[in-house]
């Protein structure tokens, strides 16, 4: 989902990292002011996540768009009992379809339980999800993120972010997540707000479309 405008808190924020890094602020100048976008919370936005690995953003919007479209596919009991076909069909590889049972298996178990996640640390939720199998530290930041709102995320293996950074902070080289991580520290508490600026930017440097079902 895109809204037209931050939130308050957010509007905030971009105000107070913008002034600590007058950089940012040149990218609404070129690029436009920054849409919000939020995916769900609980099951749907893993599940989004999980689409949403290694592809383009036109192509997992693609896939998403037939996955949610199968009944009951966004809710735990509803996928399982969809069969593999089913799932492929909509455009799932065989790797993705196996982790979205394991996705789904892990909200029906109580492994993973979106109300719980909302009362843990960043570094804890982060390590809860990367712990099931086919999500990972990427995936688990992506999430609290976009899904939970959380604002001093920062999933520094996303390689358009490594890139945006580059040309904004007009680097000789594209950093690597370690040195980009180091790089972020600078943004805190706000290096949420930083990420979702520096896509914004890339959006904008390499003409790709912004897409309301994905966030990056």
């Known amino acids: 989902m895109e809204f037209p405008h931050p939130p308050p808190a957010a509007r905030r924020g971009l ?58 596919a966004v809710e735990p009991l509803g996928l399982m009992a969809l069969s593999d076909e089913d799932l492929r069909g909509a455009g799932l590889s065989r790797p993705k379809v196996a982790h979205a049972r394991i996705l789904a298996t892990a909200f029906l178990d109580g492994t993973l339980d979106a109300d719980r996640l909302e009362t843990l640390s960043d570094k804890e939720a982060i390590a809860a999800i990367a712990a099931v199998k ?28 490594a890139a945006a950074a580059a040309e904004l902070k007009r680097l000789p080289a594209r950093p690597d997540p370690k040195a980009l991580r180091v790089l972020a520290e600078a943004w805190s508490p706000w290096r949420s707000l930083a990420a979702r600026l520096l896509w914004h930017h890339w959006r904008f440097l390499t003409g790709r479309p912004a897409l309301d079902d994905f966030a990056v």
């Open 15 to 72: 105000a107070a990292l913008i002034a600590a890094d007058p950089d940012f602020g040149s990218i609404a100048e070129r690029a436009g002011p920054l849409p919000w976008r939020v995916r769900s919370p609980g099951f749907p936005g893993l599940l989004q996540a999980i689409v949403a690995q290694m592809i383009s953003n036109q192509a997992a919007a693609a896939i998403w768009g037939r996955l949610r479209a199968l009944p009951g």
């Open 134 to 161: 086919g999500l990972g530290v990427w995936t688990a930041e992506i999430y609290l993120l976009f899904a939970m709102g959380r604002m001093d995320v920062f999933p520094a293996g996303d390689i358009a972010l």
